[in-house]
């Protein structure tokens, strides 16, 4: 599925890079001057309204929401491990497993596991991680948002600028059309950084924070249902229902069944 978004994108990245730079050549699409006119005004302004911290964090995500493999078998092999070495109430054990764990998430379930706690204190505490994640989340969405709103802005500025300019310098044709170009092409950088970057990725980084969502909540209920001692069967019935969510959706416990069964064995 994957090989077959990669050629539409490139696909309608042709017909959207041909019919723009038809009879004019990408070189006359290029203005120095618009260029800094947006993109100065919106990383003066990023820069005042978000801490760096948060800017590296939204790069973080960004490059995790463009990850073509989630370690999703990792973490079912994990929560695997932590079923079967909890059946043996091996203490020991499920002190060595936790080390081993990958996924913050999937560790904290794993320790409150350890400490004995209810099912109700599992679910409060994982959902309180949970929404503090979440909430980071919805921070970086916030700055690709922001991004978006601004560059239109600062491209209808560098408008205003050169026609100012322009009116200033009305002796002949020729100082009128640079300022006019620039003019033109900052509201054109303005529109297409909002629209086909920013807006995307704002998307793209929304649907992650959703699938992501849904991995984490199949993961409280595969810690409950480990808790309960469930049989496995039930504890993938309990998290078939978060499968809809994409690629990187819950983790399956298709093979616990087995692997348990050769443990009690």
């Known amino acids: 599925m994957n090989a077959i978004l990669v050629i539409i994108f490139i696909v309608a ?3 959207f890079s041909s019919t723009v ?3 004019i050549g990408i070189g006359m699409m290029i203005n120095p001057d618009a260029l800094m006119i947006v993109g100065g005004g919106t990383l003066i302004s990023i820069f005042l309204g978000f801490p760096l911290k948060r800017l590296k964090r939204t790069g973080h ?3 995790d929401a463009f990850r073509t493999k989630w370690d999703r078998e990792g973490t079912t092999e994990d929560l695997l491990e932590i079923a079967k070495i909890h059946r043996r109430a091996d203490i020991r054990g499920m002190e060595r497993g936790i080390k081993r764990i990958k996924d913050d998430f999937l560790k904290l379930g794993a320790n409150l596991l350890i400490n004995n ?5 599992i679910r409060t505490a994982m959902e ?4 503090i994640r979440m909430m980071d989340h919805h921070f970086s969405q916030n700055v690709l948002k922001t991004v978006a709103r601004l560059t239109p802005s600062f491209g209808l500025a560098g ?4 026609l100012i300019k322009m009116f200033n310098h009305m002796q002949s044709i020729e100082s009128i059309a640079p300022h006019m170009a620039v003019a033109m092409m900052s509201t054109f950088y303005g529109v ?22 849904a991995l984490m909540q199949s993961i409280i209920e595969g810690i409950e249902a480990i808790n309960n001692r469930e049989h496995p069967i039930q504890i993938e019935e309990r998290i078939n229902g978060y499968s809809d969510f994409g690629d990187i959706g819950p983790v399956r416990i298709g093979s616990l069944q087995a692997a348990v069964r050769g443990n009690d064995r």
Do not use: G, H, W
């Open 128 to 131: 309180k991680a949970m929404a």
């Open 117 to 121: 706690q209810t099912n109700d204190e």
């Open 61 to 63: 995500y960004l490059l």
């Open 159 to 162: 408008t205003v600028i050169s």
């Open 21 to 23: 730079f038809r009879d």
């Open 192 to 213: 297409i950084i909002a629209n086909l970057f920013m807006l995307p990725l704002s998307a793209k980084l929304e649907e992650r924070s959703i699938q992501s969502e």
């Open 13 to 15: 990245l042709s017909l």
